[in-house]
Structure formats: C-alpha cells, structure tokens
C-alpha cells in the first residue's frame, strides 16, 4: 500500500493549521484512494503538543490531533524531544508514537513514502 507521511514541524499559526488540515482531509479519503496516512510532529511543532498556550490555532492544533489519532491515524513524535520537555508520559496517554525521529524518517525513506513538509 503506498504511503503518504506528513511532517509537521514548524509551529507558525498557517504550518499548524494547514497541516492538520491536509492531514485531515487526506485521512477522509485515503481508504479509498488505498493511501496509507502517518503524520509525525516534531521540533517546534511538537512543544505545541504539550504546551498549554492559549490562541486559537494552538488549541485547534491539538484538537486535530486528538482526532486523527482517534480516527486511528498513526500521529508520531520525537521521543528525544519528548523526554527533554519532560512530555513522554502524557503524549503517550495522548496517544501519540513516540519513537526516534531519524529511525522513522529512514523508514519512510524505505517505504518510499510520500514525504509533505508543514
């Protein structure tokens, strides 16, 4: 099955927004165009995870993750990033896959996956 991943790693208000939403919008038609969806959150973008900030894109940020994972999208993050931040145990109970970035990354490299930048 071919695979599409979605980085996200800028934590700018339009690269939260946008690719949450692409990362959406492809899961409501991926099963169909038999599309395999994986997102991964990293660097920036992943402190928003765990950040209690308020401003609306933030939060909307977290919301679209809760309901990716929910709608059973694997949603990663960097599990060095993670533990730095002192984040492991709660985005895990989020449900996020925590693994190494670099490990995931060569993976998708041999899945020959499709690889969007936000």
């Known amino acids: 099955m071919a695979k599409t991943a979605v980085l996200i790693f ?3 208000d339009a690269s939260l927004r946008v690719g949450a939403s692409v990362s959406e919008r492809m899961r409501q038609v991926a099963p169909d165009a038999g599309v395999e969806i994986e997102v ?16 609306e894109t933030r939060e909307a940020f977290r919301e ?4 990716l994972i929910g709608h ?3 949603v990663g993050a960097c599990v ?3 533990r730095a ?3 492991e145990a709660a985005l895990s109970a989020r449900g996020l896959r925590l693994d190494f970035a670099r490990d995931v990354f060569l993976r998708w490299g041999h899945e020959g996956a499709a690889v969007l930048s936000f």
């Open 64 to 67: 679209a993750v809760d309901e």
């Open 80 to 82: 060095n990033v993670a």
């Open 10 to 12: 800028h934590d700018d």
């Open 72 to 74: 059973g999208v694997v």
């Open 85 to 87: 931040n002192d984040a």
């Open 40 to 55: 991964f959150v990293f660097g920036p973008a992943q402190a928003v995870l765990s950040a209690h900030e308020d401003g």
